[in-house]
């Protein structure tokens, strides 16, 4: 594991944008690294670990605070592994209910397409449906947060 890097070989290491990194210290995720005397930042293998963790839990979507928490737990190894369990099954659920909105979505988009004349303006049925929410089939197809 490389030892002693500078903010940009983290970077390049996990493949985490330099600014990231910055604001991750910022928020706590990543601890603050020890400067040398001319103030630059020095990162050892733990904390090339740490942001790798940070970022694959990122990349699969979970929250800054999940990760916090996922991280105090990491801390203690002989810990009850339910409270990431919980962690991990909550932003399972979120994900479906994201997954479900998708293809409410696109069901709804198709559907419009599908009623398309490739006529006039006037006479657009993609127009006419976004203009009044009442002739969509799925109450609630807004996009996912």
């Known amino acids: 594991m490389p030892e002693d890097l500078s903010i940009g070989a983290l ?12 604001y991750y210290e910022k ?4 601890l603050p690294p020890p400067r040398t005397e001319g103030r630059q930042r020095r990162y050892d293998g733990t904390a090339v670990r740490r942001l790798r963790f940070i970022r694959h839990a990122r990349d699969l979507g979970f929250s ?10 990491a801390a203690d190894p002989a810990a009850s592994c339910s409270g990431a369990d919980a962690i991990a099954r909550a932003h399972l659920k979120d ?4 997954i479900a909105q998708l293809v409410a979505l696109r069901d709804e988009i198709a559907r419009m397409l599908d009623h398309c004349g490739d006529g006039t303006i006037a006479d657009c049925r993609v127009i006419e449906i976004l203009a009044d929410h009442g002739q969509c089939l799925h109450e609630d197809h807004r996009s996912p947060a």
């Open 27 to 30: 928020i706590g995720l990543l």
């Open 95 to 98: 994900v479906e209910r994201r």
């Open 11 to 22: 970077s390049q290491a996990t493949g985490v944008n330099i600014e990231t990194i910055r």
């Open 64 to 73: 800054v605070d999940a990760i916090r928490d996922l991280i105090a737990m």
